[in-house]
C-alpha cells in the first residue's frame, strides 16, 4: 500500500518559487508513476504532471509547461514539483498522486495525498 504526504505550500508573491515535496511509503512506489494535481476552490481537480516509474517519460499540462517541473528520486521515496514564476491563477490545492500506468488517466490513479495549500497574491 503506498501512501503519500505533501508539504511545501505556503503563500508566495507573483513571481517566486515553491517546490512541494511528495513522500511516500510503501512498496510500490518505485513501481508507480506519479503526478501532481491541483483544485481550486469551485474548480475541478486539474492534472499538473506525471512522471514514469523509472523517471523516464515526463508529461505535462499545457498551463504549466515552461514553468513546472517535476522529479523523483526513488532512493529516498520522494516527489517534487518545482513551481517557477507563480501567479495568482495557480492559487490552489495542490496533490500527490501514485497511478498504475504512465500516461497517467482518471482511472489509474490508486492513491491520492491529503493536498498541501498555495496561494499566490498579486
Known amino acids: 500500500q503506498v501512501q503519500l504526504v505533501e508539504s511545501g505550500g505556503g503563500s508566495v508573491q507573483t513571481g517566486a518559487s515553491l517546490r512541494l515535496s511528495c513522500a511516500t511509503s510503501g512498496r510500490a512506489f518505485n513501481s508507480a508513476a506519479m503526478a501532481w494535481f491541483r483544485q481550486a476552490p469551485g474548480k475541478d481537480r486539474e492534472f499538473l504532471a506525471a512522471?514514469?516509474?523509472?523517471?523516464?517519460?515526463?508529461s505535462y499540462a499545457n498551463s504549466v509547461k515552461g514553468r513546472f517541473t517535476i522529479s523523483r528520486d526513488n532512493a529516498r521515496n520522494m516527489v517534487y514539483l518545482q513551481m517557477n514564476s507563480l501567479k495568482p491563477d495557480d492559487t490552489a490545492a495542490y496533490y500527490c498522486?501514485?497511478?498504475?500506468?504512465?500516461?497517467?488517466?482518471?482511472?489509474?490513479?490508486?492513491?491520492w495525498g491529503q493536498g498541501t495549500q498555495v496561494t499566490v497574491s498579486s
Open positions: 498522486a501514485a497511478s498504475r500506468t504512465f500516461p497517467v488517466s482518471d482511472t489509474s490513479i490508486f492513491v
Open positions: 512522471i514514469g516509474s523509472g523517471e523516464i517519460g515526463k
